[in-house]
């Protein structure tokens, strides 16, 4: 697993670098609070005599929860705090398993893709991420495709660049160049 560094720019991504999150206890109340936001009452979430009887031990977390955690755990690394531009999509997201009050939740992902874009400034990262409980089970998969700040971007702002060369190799079969 890779040591987190702060504002990675595009051209600090090495393609198969690991990094894992902290660990995230999910309560009754998280999943409640879940339920609320998004107005997703579904019994499974919010009566646990119901989800009992449909087999599991409890109410169960939102699919979009874990989703939403994934996006939140890898966030505290703070990789790209200050040199994303945006996230252009999460796809191939499967819900695996339940999410139930007590699991211990963390991230593990890896970078899987890069490439330039049309805009120098910005390039384009794709993650591959598994959302793991306390037992080492996939709860939730999925692969997060964001734009990011470039080197020259820093540059063009007259900011300070903190790393000198590019890392990890640049990758074919990317979405069309934006």
Known sequence: ?????????????????????????????????FADV???????????????????PAVIGHGLLGLSLMEGLKSELKLYEETS????????????GPIVAGDALRVRFRFVEKRPTKTPERGIVIETLDLLN??????TAARHISLILTRQAARDAGLPSDHDQDVGPE????????
């Open 1 to 33: 697993m890779g040591t987190a560094s702060t504002n990675l720019r595009y051209e600090d991504i090495a393609i198969g670098a690991e990094f894992e999150t902290a660990v995230h206890t999910v309560t009754e109340a998280d999943i409640a609070a």
């Open 38 to 56: 998004t107005r997703d009452h579904h019994p499974l979430h919010v009566d646990a005599a119901y989800a009992r009887s449909l087999g599991f």
């Open 85 to 96: 531009v945006a996230s252009l999509g999460w796809d191939a997201v499967q819900f695996k």
């Open 134 to 139: 306390q037992r080492d089970e996939v709860v």
């Open 171 to 178: 990758t074919a079969q990317l979405p069309p160049t934006i």
